[in-house]
């Protein structure tokens, strides 16, 4: 061998050329790591935003309180609505003398002195009386009969607030601007049980 191929021989061993097999190899191993690397990657994306809290998606969850909150506004719109039609009903009775319980049929409350007296109005013209709101409607104090004639209301009792047998009284009931009752008489009443219903306004309870 002589001195130039010793030489060559030599820059070969010191500077090896690389196999291309070998360089296909570390390419596909490249590749290899790479793909692993992105699988790890959506996994760990896939866990973050995998069911939790007893299995329930977060995005489900934010759904149902939604759900609940558009529920909750509907019944608070509902109930707005329920009263303003309520308000409207008792604002549309017009002032002055009723000639029948219907428009004022309810609960009325006697404001002023003398401790509270309670009113119950029935539509068919029945009128109770009590000291008790809770009792007023079912066992009431007083039961009283009425006849309507026109705007004017003839009222008798049987009980003991009136001299037996009660030779009754004649009134007006009328509605103020404010939406109370106000007893007008129009004979002298000759019960003194009944002389508290004058000269008072009676206000809806509602």
């Not at 061993?13 to 790591?33: C, F, G, H, K, T």
């Not at 319980?101 to 309670?118: D, S």
């Not at 013209?125 to 079912?138: A, C, F, I, K, P």
């Amino acid at each position: 061998m002589t001195t130039r191929d010793s030489l060559l021989e030599r820059l070969e061993r010191a500077n090896p050329v690389p196999d291309p097999s070998l360089l296909y190899e570390d390419v596909e191993m490249s590749s290899q790591i790479h793909l692993t690397e992105q699988q790890r990657r959506e996994i760990m994306i896939e866990t973050s935003f995998s069911p939790t809290n007893g299995g329930k998606d977060p995005r489900t969850r934010r759904g149902l309180l939604v759900g609940f909150a558009v529920v909750a506004i509907l019944i608070g719109l509902l109930a707005f609505l329920s009263r303003s039609e309520t308000d409207v009903a008792a604002s549309e009775i017009e002032p002055g003398p009723v000639s029948s319980f219907e428009a004022i049929a309810g609960t009325y409350q006697r404001q002023g002195l003398r401790g509270p007296w309670y009113f119950q109005f029935f539509e068919d013209g029945t009128m109770h009386v009590s000291q008790n709101r809770d009792l007023v409607e079912d066992r009431p104090q007083e039961i009283i009969e009425t006849t309507f004639e026109g705007t004017k209301v003839f009222v008798t009792t049987n009980s003991a607030m009136c001299s037996q047998p009660d030779q009754g009284g004649t009134y007006e009931i009328h509605v103020l601007e404010n939406g109370n009752l106000q007893f007008l008489a129009v004979d002298q009443d000759t019960c003194g049980g009944r002389s508290f219903w004058k000269g008072a306004q009676w206000e809806p309870v509602p």
